[in-house]
């Protein structure tokens, strides 16, 4: 049943996908709120090893719809996998199993969303410790009600926002210190994205962060023993 919901959505694409409007407008819609279609993928994405032609398959169609930037919702569609895929790629490589595709599918993520229009802006905001907040120095406000203007600026005064630098890939492949920025990039973008995604994936993505979780404890459990 897996393999087939997966055939016919990709047997879908292949038959819209020369159509620039209507019918690929259609399509990402209806695939973005497929559940059992999410489920499908995500199904063969963990078992990469027991549907090999498919994973290949589904690497590929990911990338194309992230390529056809006019379509948004193709992109979501894409994005909503950045934590299965992220956490399959850590296991790939700690296995030591080959992972090209999946690594040019992260990285082609990556490098399009730095290059598009509309690029999310890496920074974050953080307390500035130099100055005390209005909750641990409330007498320094007015009891008065404090506007939407006031309260712009004391956040200017009581935050900064630290940016951080774009990932730039000199190389053809992913050197292994630019995996984890890689991932780290790539979930910042899953985050920004997260209020636009369905609420059906909600529970495959409390999975995934709880395995992967469990996998780095353990793996830290081991290693303290072995010293």
Known sequence: MTDQIVNEWITEWHHVKDDENEKVSIFSVSILSNEDLFQAITHVLEESDRFRPLYNDIISTLFKFYRTSSQKKLQLFVIQ??????????????????????????????????????KITMSTRIPNINLPSIFHDPGGVSTTWLSEGELDRLSARTVKVVRRPMLIF??????????????????????????????????????????????????????????
């Open 81 to 118: 996998f950045i934590p299965s895929l992220i956490s399959i790629y850590l296991n790939q490589i700690h296995s030591q199993k080959k992972c090209v595709s999946l690594e040019t599918l992260l990285r082609g993520i990556l490098e399009l969303e730095n290059s598009a229009d509309d």
């Open 170 to 227: 000199t190389e053809e492949r992913v050197r292994a210190p630019q995996r984890l920025p890689l991932c780290t990039e790539l979930w910042w973008i899953f985050n920004h994205r997260l209020p636009d995604l369905h609420k059906h994936p909600v529970g495959s993505y409390l999975k995934t962060i709880s395995k992967m979780i469990t996998q780095v404890t353990m793996e830290n459990q081991f290693m303290l023993n072995k010293y």
